[in-house]
């Protein structure tokens, strides 16, 4: 079994910064991919940035150059630094890891809970 747990979300103003954080455990050889969603009310879930295992970043065009996504793999554990946020980057933002639990590779996405980020404006 592998638990992914993010935490990090709250109530900012606008333009504000908010950093959230997200930490896989449990049995599992490695970590792939880690990468942070977002589903705003009425609307289906999006991508919002991706890490690879190397280091390779990718992001939706909307949070260039305002999020950062870094991941630390001693500690299991990737980040996402939002700054300059915009009413529309409210979401639930949840966590994915794609991890490798045997030797045969086989790779399974894991989903955390959630974590409620509101900007106010």
């Known amino acids: 079994q592998v638990q992914v747990v993010e935490s990090g979300g709250g109530l900012v103003p606008a333009g504000g910064s908010l950093r959230l954080s997200c930490a896989a455990s449990g049995i599992f050889f490695s970590i792939n991919s880690m990468g942070w969603y977002r589903q705003a009310p009425g609307k289906q879930r999006e991508l919002v940035a991706v890490?690879?295992?190397?280091?390779?970043?990718n992001y939706k065009d909307s949070v260039k150059g305002r999020f950062t996504i870094s991941r630390d793999n001693a500690k299991n554990t990737v980040y996402l630094q939002m700054n300059s946020l915009k009413s529309e980057d409210t979401a639930v933002y949840y966590c994915?890891?794609?991890?490798?639990?045997?030797?045969?590779?086989?790779?399974?996405?894991?989903w955390g809970q959630g974590t409620q980020v509101t900007v106010s404006s």
């Open positions: 890490i690879t295992s190397g280091g390779i970043t």
């Open positions: 994915s890891a794609d991890v490798t639990r045997g030797t045969n590779g086989n790779v399974f996405r894991y």
